[in-house]
């Protein structure tokens, strides 16, 4: 097994400790940083398949992912924005009101396992910092994430303020959250919704046209 296939399967793995190693070794024995990063990607999409059958659990997942953020760290000064051939940039934060940060965080590291620029604003965020996010990341989709059915609202709220902006016909806009529901994205004017981490990556890429099946609604 070389060192490329040794790295997916680190990854797979969660060995975080030995995937940046794996990456430098990688790139020492000739492979290109897009190859690198097509094997990373490839991991994280088998990491996000094996969830969704039930062959994998949360905390698996989130080795994965940090063992995928590890050998980015290695592989990112090797890539040009050229290099990266980043598939779309995504904009995630938990709405304003609500400061839960764990089902978000992990949409936010398998969109980024699926070669994906990802932008976390974080929690508590008010509708007027996802416009400006919006503008200056020149985003293609924006996620609003809540855990709370008092705030809600806020994902309303978020798009009005984007259309308020001028930007809503210049962004996607995808919502979830243990409240949400499919009926209530399309109330609001949600492009997408899904039910889970993993489901969100495949709607993401159904919303750019991007290969992958849509487990999403």
Partial sequence: MNFLEQLGQAVVDGAWQESPELTKKALEAGSSPHAILGKITSAMDHVGKEWREGNMFIPEVLVAAKAMQASMEVLKPQLTATDQRRRGTIIIGTVQGDLH???????????????????????????????????????DIVGFSTLLTTTLSFMRDSIRTLEEAGLRGKVKVIVGGAPVTVAYAKSIGADGYAPDAASAVDKVRQMLGIDGINLGH
């Avoid at 992990?106 to 994906?116: I, R």
């Avoid at 976390?120 to 200056?136: C, H, N, T």
């Fill in 101 to 139: 940060d764990i089902g978000k965080s992990l949409v936010g590291m398998l969109l980024e396992g699926a070669g994906f620029k990802v932008i976390d604003l974080g929690v508590d965020v008010p509708p007027q910092k996802f416009v400006e996010a919006v503008k200056e990341y020149h985003a």
